[in-house]
């Protein structure tokens, strides 16, 4: 098959996939081989030197058509009301292979739907048994849920006992199903797909930035599915990915809202912008506080950052953050292996993250090098990654055996591609300079970093970390001895500590959700969510990807940007660009990378002296240690979007009455 593929013939398959084992089962890619005595199926058979392949005779065609008349035996006849119509591989290949006329006349037989819980919508009569969902969970999502029972007429894809499917990767069944018996719940009887508008699009759920397409009717978000990007998603997004679009249109903020007698009341533009530049203008620079929030972009981000130093304030902070992370080298906070170079990793130490729920699909691909071979310890609480890992500790304590030479800093040493991995984790602790110290101790022990390679890696739990780290998007060093703030200008964040955000202090709220964001402001300037807008986020690995618009912005909501621009306008202090290639030039400027968008620049890594002279700076370990926990403790839930979500709220409530084995 793939032989004929790389010479621009196409064979049609169902069973096939090119990134799931070989089944053979469907019979649909049969070909003719010279001196063969019957057709085989191309996608098992290995290519030979002088083989003659033969892929449009009459006995290809007759093979296929009867292939196809046997599929068609107990199909139903339901192709107007199934979601699967106008995109479906069986109605194509039936098309294009199929006889003009069927010969049975027994009653079809039918299958009860599985349950498989409130995303993946089944129609089990549909089913052509090609075991692609059954290979993708096994394989790569690694969960055992689905398999298949019984034999001939009586074979049945299911999970055997009714459960959900447990995987944050469910959703990719959809996309793998070649019939209409899995398709997306939320999306059913929707849309049909030749009404549907696609955008190209970045995923912004979580750090990893898959590649997705947006597809939208009207003003409203239908669908999301995801664009094959190897170097990052492959092919797979996550189900937040997948299903918290519905949260894109509720509890919207779509017009300026300004505290009175009476509470938040509507009010123009003009009047909300002046009111945030009186209040900003009351106060001196030191006793103003900027908090960015998961979903803010590139372009937000400098606008804001300008407007703070322009007005004299260094108190920048991204919710949850780590505000004494040192940004000046790149390699600090970055993967530096890449997302697909983690594929040559032999050796792989987890210190502080949970990647099955900070990011699923990264998850797979550490998977499959587990399936390769290559050996996994983890330093954190435990948990189910979908593969075994050895569990060496949960908190700093295990971290220095490793130092003092447990048996997986020598694996570490005598691997050829040695990685460390390092998560949130470590990064949300307090004591995080110290923790980080020796784990940068360990690379230099472990030689984890080598001249063609760097195994070193930070996996980050946001959106917008990257970016920010890469603008300087963080406390000044007056900050520390500044007064508490007086106005807090909060940049779509809604996961504020208290702390951050005092009971008396004046909050200026920018964003496109009313969560507790909105509900702490006595100013709203409603911005526009990632499908509203064309945005730069750097994902992990540090590779600048960018949003398109897919549908038009909520009532009277701006680019985020844009609202920055007109506030510092007001204030007499405009900042200097008026449209988005200028503030993109100011991006370029800032940090050179962000110029080449969609690719991955890699930094240098600095020796261990530049870290030694932070080791002083660096404290203790808080003396009682705690565990590294993942920062994420419900996958389903963790931002604006996927809080407002129905399609989230229903996973969250279908998990949690799962039974605990």
């Known amino acids: 098959m793939a032989a004929c593929s790389a010479a621009g013939i196409d064979i049609p398959r169902f069973c096939y996939h090119q990134r799931l084992s070989i089944a053979g089962n469907c019979r649909m890619c049969l070909v003719e081989v010279e001196r063969s005595p019957k057709p085989v199926a191309s996608c098992a058979m290995p290519a030979a030197p002088g083989m003659n392949i033969k892929t449009d005779t009459p006995l290809v065609k007759k093979a296929r058509e009867g292939v196809m008349e046997f599929l068609l035996i107990n199909h139903p006849l339901d192709c107007p009301i199934c979601d699967q119509g106008g995109e479906c591989d069986l109605q194509d290949q039936s098309m294009h292979f199929g006889s003009d006329r069927g010969r049975f006349t027994e009653m079809k037989r039918s299958v009860h739907d599985k349950n498989l819980g409130p995303l993946v919508k089944t129609v089990m009569t549909r089913c052509i048994h090609c075991t692609r969902c059954v290979r993708f969970a096994t394989e790569v999502a690694g969960v055992q849920d689905l398999g298949m029972t019984g034999r001939g007429n009586a074979s049945e894809i299911g999970t055997y006992v009714e459960k959900m499917m447990a995987s944050e990767l469910s959703g990719n069944v959809i996309d793998l199903c070649p019939v209409g018996a899995l398709t997306s719940k939320p999306y059913a009887f929707t849309a049909r797909n030749w009404e549907l508008r696609s955008t190209e699009s970045v995923d912004v759920s979580d750090a990893q930035g898959s590649n997705i397409r947006v597809d939208a009717r009207g003003n409203e978000v239908m669908r999301i599915v995801p664009v094959q990007n190897d170097a990052v998603n492959e092919e797979w997004i996550s189900d937040k990915a997948r299903f918290q679009y519905d949260g894109l249109k509720r509890q919207r903020l779509n017009v300026p809202l300004v505290s009175g007698k009476e509470g938040l009341q509507s009010a123009q533009w003009e009047e909300a912008l002046r009111a945030a530049a009186d209040a900003l203008g009351k106060v001196k620079g030191n006793e103003i506080s900027f908090i960015a929030g998961k979903l ?293 400027d800032v940090a050179p990378h962000f110029g080449a968008s969609d690719t991955v620049q890699l930094p240098m890594w600095l020796n261990g002296e530049y870290f030694k002279a932070f080791k002083d700076r660096a404290g203790k370990v808080t003396a009682k240690p705690e565990p590294f926990r993942s920062s994420i403790a419900n996958f389903f839930q963790t931002d604006v979007i996927s809080r407002t979500s129905i399609n989230m709220a229903k996973s969250v409530q279908a998990r949690a009455s799962m039974p605990h084995e």
Not at 390 to 410: F, M, Q, S
């Open 296 to 588: 803010a972009d590139a372009e937000t981000l400098i606008a804001a950052k300008d407007l703070a130093n322009r007005l004299g304030c260094g108190n920048l902070k991204v919710e949850s953050g780590f505000p004494d992370l040192d940004a000046d080298v790149r390699s600090n906070y970055l993967a530096n292996t890449t997302i697909a170079g983690i594929e040559l990793a032999d050796v792989v130490l987890l210190i502080g993250t949970n990647p099955r729920a900070e990011a699923p699909v990264f998850n797979a691909r550490l998977r499959k090098i587990f399936l390769e071979g290559a050996h996994v310890a983890s330093i954190g609480e435990p948990a189910d990654l979908t593969y075994p890992t050895e569990h060496l500790g949960e908190g700093p304590e295990a971290l220095a055996k490793v130092l003092k030479g447990a048996p997986i800093l020598k694996q570490l040493q005598e691997a050829k591609h040695p990685a460390i991995i390092v998560g949130p984790g470590i990064l949300n602790r307090p004591d995080r300079a110290a923790v980080l110290q020796q784990v940068h101790e360990l690379v230099e022990k472990a030689d984890v970093v080598r001249d063609d390679w760097n195994g070193y890696n930070v996996l980050h739990d946001s959106a917008s970390r990257v970016a920010a780290l890469d603008l300087g998007f963080l406390p000044a060093a007056c900050a520390s001895s500044a007064p508490a703030p007086k106005v807090v200008y909060l940049v779509g964040s809604d996961d504020f500590s208290e702390a951050d955000v005092p009971k008396d202090a004046f909050v200026i709220y920018q964003g496109h959700h009313g969560d507790r964001g909105a509900e702490r402001a006595d100013i709203i300037l409603p911005g526009a969510a990632y499908t509203e807008k064309s945005a730069t986020f750097v994902n992990f690995e540090g590779r600048p990807q960018r949003t398109r618009a897919a549908v038009p912005r909520v009532g009277d909501a701006r680019e985020d940007w844009t609202i920055v621009r007109a506030l510092s306008e007001i204030m007499g202090k405009p900042l200097p660009y008026d449209d988005k290639s200028a503030v993109r030039a100011r991006l370029a």
